[in-house]
Structures are given as structure tokens and as C-alpha cells.
């Protein structure tokens, strides 16, 4: 894969504004997210394979590459990304699924439930780091496709169970990276959610909500902490053919989608507060 430069000028497209809430209940067959004009940015060809998205406080957007341990940072006010961090040169080549944020760290999970931490990440420019490589136990429990931060912990969403008992469940769960130890979050009911399949490709949590993105299913759920069902949205096919990443940044939120062959894209809903209160 070509390596970006260390930073690019991105396009920033209309993609989206529209969204109606669809609470408590599954929507339509029309799809509420992704269908109007509103605001995104195309990203550079040498990221198209976008799989991961966090926001820190100042609203930069952090992203990574589904295939090697590259970290980007994109600005959305000078519409500019650069590479924050690799881990190793050539980069370290593994199935990454998601990025959180915790103090100054940057985290990175794999499919294997593998997380490294690249410690001082946010402070990092263009540079070639080592990981620090933690175990989670999961790796026989659940394929992990999403990580967020929440509470000083982070939280992981299973996308492929593999135990029989959890073939009807959406599975998240906690890790603590100071105990070094992994409990279950939450264990959500298909049922529950009005779903007959829902395999989780990113996640956001925060003080009162989770909101669970699926790729597959092309839905967004959004739940308490009780994993009581609060809304469901279905995702424009031609807007997000392939949503791998989410996060939330104040009044914003942004979805990441794989590119085919250029560049991925990512989404942002200028309405998001109005929508879905906190």
C-alpha cells in the first residue's frame, strides 16, 4: 500500500443532513440517515480501507487503516490530514477495528481483541513508535469490531460471537487498562433490539447512551446503559456503503465509510444535538 504523505489536502463534499428519529421501534424501509445534502470530507486514496474514528476535545478526528498501525489526524478547519504515529516502519500489519482515546494515549484494537497502546499518541507528529500490547481474553469469545473510551475504561463491541449461548446477542464489553482485567458491559437481546442479526462495526458510549453502528445490517441503534432500546435508524445504502467507524463530538457526529477505490469518507450531522439529546 502507498504510504500518504505526511499531510494532504482533503475534498470536502455534501453528503448528508437528513435524520428522523425512529424511536422505540424498528424504522422503515426508507433509510433516515445519509439521505439529504449536509457535510464530509473524501479522504486521500492511501486511506481507503478507513476503519476506525475518535474525536479528542479540541473536535480532530482520529482515524486508522483497517490494515496496518497508521494513525491519521484529520482537522476539519483546515481540511488537512496528517499521519500521527506508525507503529514500526514498515507499519505493523494486523486486522485493526477501532481507535479510542484515553488521557493522552491512543488505543488500537484488533479483530483478535488485541489492543496496543501508543502511549503519548496525541502529542505525536509523523512518527514511528513501538506499542505496548495488551491481552483482553476475548480472542475465543468474540471477533471485536469497535472500541470507544468511557469512564477511564474501554469498552469493546463483538461483531462475531462464537459461543453457541451468544448466537442472539450483541455482546460489549469493559476493559480496564490499569487492572488489566475485561467484564462484560452489556449483553443486548437481538430480540430486544427488533433485530434478527446485528453485527456491530463501531461504537459510541457515552453518560446516558450507546450508540452501536453496523455495517452489515446498514443500522444505527441507539440504547441506555440499561440496553433499553431508544431509536433505530437505517443508513442510506448509496451514502454509507460500508460505515466502519463513529464518534461523537459535541453537536456532531461523524461516520467513517470505506472507500471502493479511491479514498474513504467520512459523514458529519451538523444536527446531531438537536436529534438525539443527551
Known sequence: MTQPRRSHP??????LLLITLCTLCACADEADVGGGAGDGWILPDAIREVSGLATDSSGHLYLHDDEIGQVYRLDPATGTV?????????????DFEGIALLANDIWLVTS???????TDGLTLSN?????TVFKTGLKKTCEVEG?????????????????????NAVLLYRYDPVTQHTAIFLRLKLEDLGQKSFSPSALVVTERKVYLL???????IVVDHAGTLLATH??????????????IHQELMFI???????GGKISSYPRFKNTFPE
Not at 256 to 262: C, L, T, V
Request: net charge positive; with cysteine.
Open 82 to 94: 496528517a499521519t500521527v504515529a506508525k507503529i514500526h516502519q514498515p507499519p505493523y500489519r494486523a
Open 234 to 247: 437505517k443508513l442510506a445504502k448509496h451514502t454509507h456503503p460500508q460505515a466502519e467507524g463513529l464518534s
Open 127 to 131: 512518527a514511528v513508535v513501538d506499542s
Open 10 to 15: 482533503i475534498i470536502r463534499v455534501n453528503t
Open 112 to 118: 483478535k481483541a488485541t489492543l496496543h497502546r501508543i
Open 147 to 167: 472500541l470507544d473510551d468511557f469512564d477511564g475504561k474501554l469498552i469493546l463491541a463483538c461483531k462475531t460471537n462464537y459461543k453457541k449461548a451468544d448466537e
Open 214 to 220: 453496523s455495517a452489515k445490517q446498514r443500522r444505527l
Open 256 to 262: 467513517a465509510d470505506e472507500g471502493s477505490s479511491r
